[in-house]
């Protein structure tokens, strides 16, 4: 069984910084794009940022320049380094991965159970 578990969320003052983990675990035969979506209080989910297995990256515009995405294959680890935090950061943030299991000759795409950003004044 494949899973996901993000960590590193918690209160933080605008303009400060937080970085989250997703570690994924299991019987993992191998991993393709990763990412980050975000639900903040009341609205839909949104992406945040995603990465493939050879580190090519995109952002949502809302994480440009602030956020960077990375990850390290050798750990089936995933992070996100998030700067300058502005209010509007506080969401529940989700990590993803598209992961083959070893036993099963196919991609699944696997979320973890959310850690919560909040950002005060």
């Known amino acids: 069984q494949v899973q996901l578990v993000e960590s590193g969320g918690g209160l933080v003052q605008a303009g400060g910084s937080l970085r989250l983990s997703c570690v994924v675990s299991?019987?993992?035969?191998?991993?393709?794009?990763m990412g980050w979506y975000r639900q903040p209080p009341g609205k839909q989910r949104e992406l945040v940022a995603t990465?493939?297995?050879?580190?090519?990256?995109n952002y949502a515009d809302s994480a440009k320049g602030r956020f960077t995405i990375s990850r390290d294959n050798a750990k089936n680890t995933m992070y996100l380094q998030m700067n300058s935090l502005k209010l509007e950061d506080t969401a529940v943030y989700y990590c993803?991965?598209?992961?083959?299991?070893?036993?099963?000759?196919?991609?699944?795409?696997?979320w973890g159970q959310g850690t919560l950003v909040t950002v005060s004044s």
């Open positions: 993803y991965s598209n992961v083959r299991p070893i036993a099963i000759p196919t991609y699944l795409e696997i």
């Open positions: 299991g019987s993992i035969f191998s991993i393709s794009s």
């Open positions: 990465i493939t297995s050879d580190g090519s990256t």
